[in-house]
């Protein structure tokens, strides 16, 4: 495959991702029952290894020294990108208001270039680092509606420092999946992540079924999360970490921020809010810098 034309997969793929990843908000607010924040990772992993277990049990078997030689930054891969992303996510979200969490998540490409960097070695072209300054002030545009006075009045919480974790852990993550060896197929290796990531969910969940009064989700619940489970996680992670091996996590990053783009035109189209100035300008924004970190590539397709 041509190069550039592999890059621009690899900003697809990625795109795609996101758009699934951004359907997960507004499913979580109309969620009939009120789940705790382990209890919404644990069967949003759970669905998603049930999913994943007729592909790829069979394989991991055939896979399994390879697995085995590789479970060092595996198992970390998956507990802190599966597990604690989720955990820490939906924990900011019960003591910080949507703002801070937004603001905040934003900040999960920037540790993505500043690791990938580090540890990897990879630069970003000016134009990239262009684009990523353009898709950050997009977010900002989007999430304080325009007023970028309202910083000023942003009060931290213990939930912010949970939702800064869980951005260096996706970081982390995202890092940690390029090293996916070319002889282990995918199947095996999200196979594998998802059983680490439940091991280490399990004796939570636990502790959650033991509490007084416990009760298992209603059908509507479950169903719904069957959905988190088998089209924003399971194919959003494969596309995301597909994306990842093509263009890096740096350049990956970039197109993350059209996460909160996304998710409010879903919340417009789906539970009928409105849509402001300040959202359309910060998605024009985010476009924006999406198109311009990947212009050396558009440039070279075009000519091509």
């Not at 979580?28 to 992993?45: D, G, H, I, N, Q």
């Not at 993505?112 to 545009?141: I, K, N, Y």
């Not at 869980?166 to 999946?177: D, G, K, N, P, T």
Request: glycine fraction near 8%; include cysteine; aromatic fraction near 12%.
């Amino acid at each position: 495959m041509n190069p550039s034309a592999s890059v621009l997969r690899g900003y697809l793929l990625a795109l795609s991702a996101t758009v699934l990843w951004s359907t997960v908000f507004p499913l979580v607010r109309v969620l009939p029952v009120a789940l705790s924040p382990v209890e919404l990772a644990f069967w949003r992993w759970l669905f998603t290894f049930s999913c994943m277990l007729p592909f790829g049990m069979a394989a991991v078997r055939k896979h399994w020294p390879l697995v085995k030689k590789n479970a060092k930054w595996m198992v970390p891969a998956g507990v802190l990108g599966f597990s604690l992303y989720s955990i820490l996510m939906f924990e900011a979200g019960h003591t910080t208001d949507a703002t801070n969490m937004s603001l905040i998540a934003a900040t999960a490409p920037v540790f993505m270039a500043l690791f990938a960097g580090f540890f990897l070695g990879e630069r970003l072209s000016p134009a990239q680092w262009g684009g990523l300054g353009v898709a950050v002030v997009g977010v900002l545009v989007l999430v304080l509606q325009g007023d970028f006075r309202r910083i000023a009045g942003l009060s931290l919480t213990v939930g912010d420092f949970w939702m800064l974790l869980a951005a260096s852990f996706f970081a982390i993550y995202s890092i940690l999946v390029r090293r996916r060896p070319s002889a282990m197929p995918q199947n095996v290796f999200m196979t594998a992540m998802l059983a680490y990531s439940l091991l280490a969910l399990s004796p939570f969940m636990m502790a959650e079924a033991v509490k007084p009064g416990y009760r298992l989700p209603d059908m509507t619940t479950l169903l719904i999360m069957l959905y988190i489970a088998l089209v924003p996680t399971l194919i959003g992670y494969l596309l995301w970490n597909r994306s990842v091996e093509c263009i890096g996590a740096a350049r990956a990053g970039i197109v993350y921020y059209s996460i909160p783009l996304f998710s409010s035109l879903e919340a417009v189209v789906f539970l009928h809010e409105t849509v402001s100035f300040s959202q359309l300008a910060g998605g024009a924004l985010i476009i924006g810098g999406i198109l311009l970190s990947s212009l050396n590539v558009l440039k070279t397709l075009w000519r091509s």
